[in-house]
């Protein structure tokens, strides 16, 4: 099949996927799950995580879904107008008084 006529979510992968061909030492990803259905976002996420370790490879990735953020991340950097505002494992930064105050009512994230 054409690329172009694959899902969204397949696209993606396949793009990551090539990235990590020439195995870098680090992947950095803006917003992996953008565009992706709610259904297709955690297999995409475990697709593309499965293949980062087992070569290993770090990975950097940006993302506005709490719920990625959640499951997938060992440390979070929570930035504000370009300065971080919180930095930690998810569970400590989503307790964050100032944190909580952007993602309140924007996420089913539960400190």
Known sequence: RKVGLLPQGAR???????????????????EPTSGISTDEKY?????????????NIAVLFIEHDMDIISKYS????????????????????FKQKDVLKFIVGNSNVKS
């Open 74 to 93: 060992k440390r979070v950097l929570a930035f504000y107008s370009g300065k971080i505002i919180a930095d930690g494992s998810p569970k400590e930064v």
């Open 12 to 30: 993606k992968v396949l793009d990551i996927l090539i990235a990590i061909l020439g195995k870098p030492s680090i992947v950095l990803l803006d």
């Open 43 to 55: 297999i995409v996420m475990n697709y593309i995580l499965t293949a980062i370790k087992r070569l």
